[in-house]
C-alpha cells in the first residue's frame, strides 16, 4: 500500500505512534520515527528492521522549530522524499498541572501549545514544500475527542487539540487542489501503557458506561488502522476530516450513562 513511500511520524517511539510506525512499515513504507526519547525510538526501529522493514530514528523535540525542521531535512537525505506526516507527538506530562480554566496557568497553556499544536503547524510548513513538489502528500493529525466536547479539566489540552482539528481543515482546504489531504483521527481512550496505569477500576467503569461497543477502550492498533487508511490511497476523497475512534463515545446523548444506571437503581 505504501511500497516506494516515506512515512514521518512524530512521537513514534510510543503508544498510538509507535503503532501506527508499524503499521506504515509493515504496509511497505520507509518510516522515519520523530521522538524525544531516541532509545525507545531506536528500539521501534530494530523491530520494524528485525521484521523486513525499513525505518530510521531521528531524535526530535517536536517543541523546538528548528529539530523539526531539521528532522525534516534528515528524512529528505536519507530517503529523498516524503509522503505521510503523523502529528501524534504531545506533552502528556502536562495533563497533570492541566485543570479547568480558573486553575489554568497561562505558562502551561503556552507550553500545551507548543508541544501539541504549534508543533504540527511548524511540521506540516516543513513537509509542504516537499509534497507541493510531488503534488501529492497525506498529513494525519492525531487530535482527540476531548477537542470536540466541553470539560471542566484539560482545558489547555482539549483547546491545543480543537486548534489540531482547525488546522487540518485551513490545511485541507489552503492546498487539496494541489494534491495535498490532511485529515485527524480523534481518539477516545486508547490503551496505552500510561494511559491504562492512571486508570482506577472507577474510571474504567465510567468509560465501559459511555462505551457503545464491548470494549472500554481502543488498541492503539485499533488507531492506527485509521491513520494508514487516511494516508493511504483509499481515503483518496477524504480531506479536511476528523474522524473519532472513540467507540462511540461523542455519538449518544450526554445523559445515556446516568440514565441507564438511574433506571437500574430505580428496579
Ligand atoms: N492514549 C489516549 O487515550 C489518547 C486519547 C486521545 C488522544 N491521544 C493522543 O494520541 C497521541 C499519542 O498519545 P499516546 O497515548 O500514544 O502517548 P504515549 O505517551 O504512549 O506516546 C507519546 C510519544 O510522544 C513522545 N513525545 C513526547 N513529547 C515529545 C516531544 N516534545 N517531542 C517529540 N516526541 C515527544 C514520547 O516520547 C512518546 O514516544 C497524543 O497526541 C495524544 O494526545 C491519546
Given at each position: 500500500?505504501?511500497?516506494?513511500?516515506?512515512?514521518?511520524?512524530?512521537?513514534?517511539?510510543?503508544?498510538?505512534?509507535?503503532?501506527?510506525?508499524?503499521?506504515?512499515?509493515?504496509?511497505?513504507?520507509?518510516?522515519?520515527?520523530?521522538?524525544?526519547?531516541?532509545?525507545?525510538?531506536?528500539?521501534?526501529?530494530?523491530?520494524?528492521?528485525?521484521?523486513?522493514?525499513?525505518?530510521?530514528?531521528?531524535?526530535?523535540?517536536?517543541?523546538?522549530?528548528?529539530?523539526?525542521?531539521?528532522?525534516?531535512?534528515?528524512?529528505?537525505?536519507?530517503?529523498?522524499?516524503?509522503?505521510?506526516?503523523?502529528?501524534?507527538?504531545?506533552?502528556?506530562s502536562l495533563l497533570a498541572q492541566d485543570d479547568h480554566l480558573l486553575n489554568t496557568d497561562p505558562d502551561i497553556w503556552e507550553k500545551t501549545f507548543r508541544a501539541n499544536q504549534l508543533s504540527a503547524?511548524?511540521?506540516?510548513?516543513?513537509?509542504?514544500?516537499?509534497?507541493?513538489?510531488?503534488?501529492?502528500?497525506?498529513?494525519?493529525?492525531?487530535?482527540?475527542?476531548?477537542?470536540?466536547?466541553?470539560?471542566?479539566?484539560?482545558?489547555?489540552?482539549?483547546?491545543?487539540?480543537?486548534?489540531?482539528?482547525?488546522?487540518?481543515?485551513?490545511?485541507?482546504?489552503?492546498?487539496?487542489?494541489?494534491?495535498?489531504?490532511?485529515?485527524?483521527?480523534?481518539?477516545?481512550?486508547?490503551?496505552?501503557?500510561?494511559?491504562?496505569?492512571?486508570?482506577?477500576?472507577?474510571?474504567?467503569?465510567?468509560?465501559?458506561?459511555?462505551?457503545?461497543?464491548?470494549?472500554?477502550?481502543?488498541?492503539?492498533?485499533?488507531?492506527?488502522?485509521?491513520?494508514?487508511?487516511?494516508?493511504?490511497?483509499?481515503?483518496?476523497?477524504?480531506?479536511?476530516?476528523?474522524?473519532?475512534?472513540?467507540?462511540?463515545?461523542?455519538?449518544?446523548?450526554?445523559?445515556?450513562?446516568?440514565?441507564?444506571?438511574?433506571l437500574r437503581e430505580g428496579r
Amino acid at each position: 500500500m505504501f511500497d516506494e513511500q516515506v512515512a514521518i511520524v512524530t512521537g513514534g517511539a510510543s503508544g498510538i505512534g509507535r503503532a501506527g510506525a508499524e503499521r506504515f512499515a509493515g504496509l511497505g513504507a520507509r518510516v522515519v520515527v520523530a521522538d524525544i526519547n531516541i532509545e525507545a525510538g531506536e528500539e521501534v526501529v530494530r523491530h520494524i528492521v528485525s521484521n523486513g522493514g525499513d525505518a530510521k530514528a531521528v531524535r526530535t523535540d517536536v517543541r523546538e522549530p528548528d529539530q523539526i525542521s531539521a528532522m525534516v531535512d534528515e528524512t529528505l537525505a536519507a530517503f529523498g522524499r516524503i509522503d505521510v506526516l503523523v502529528n501524534n507527538a504531545a506533552d502528556l506530562s502536562l495533563l497533570a498541572q492541566d485543570d479547568h480554566l480558573l486553575n489554568t496557568d497561562p505558562d502551561i497553556w503556552e507550553k500545551t501549545f507548543r508541544a501539541n499544536q504549534l508543533s504540527a503547524m511548524v511540521a506540516t510548513k516543513c513537509v509542504l514544500p516537499t509534497m507541493l513538489a510531488q503534488r501529492s502528500g497525506a498529513i494525519v493529525n492525531i487530535s482527540s475527542v476531548d477537542g470536540m466536547s466541553g470539560d471542566d479539566t484539560r482545558f489547555a489540552y482539549s483547546m491545543s487539540k480543537a486548534a489540531l482539528n482547525q488546522l487540518t481543515m485551513m490545511v485541507a482546504t489552503g492546498y487539496g487542489k494541489q494534491g495535498i489531504r490532511c485529515n485527524a483521527v480523534a481518539p477516545g481512550l486508547v490503551l496505552t501503557p500510561a494511559a491504562e496505569d492512571g486508570l482506577p477500576p472507577p474510571v474504567r467503569q465510567v468509560f465501559d458506561d459511555n462505551s457503545l461497543v464491548p470494549a472500554f477502550g481502543a488498541e492503539p492498533s485499533e488507531v492506527a488502522t485509521v491513520i494508514t487508511f487516511l494516508a493511504s490511497e483509499d481515503a483518496s476523497f477524504i480531506n479536511g476530516e476528523v474522524i473519532r475512534v472513540d467507540g462511540g463515545l461523542l455519538s449518544h446523548v450526554s445523559l445515556l450513562a446516568g440514565m441507564r444506571s438511574a433506571l437500574r437503581e430505580g428496579r
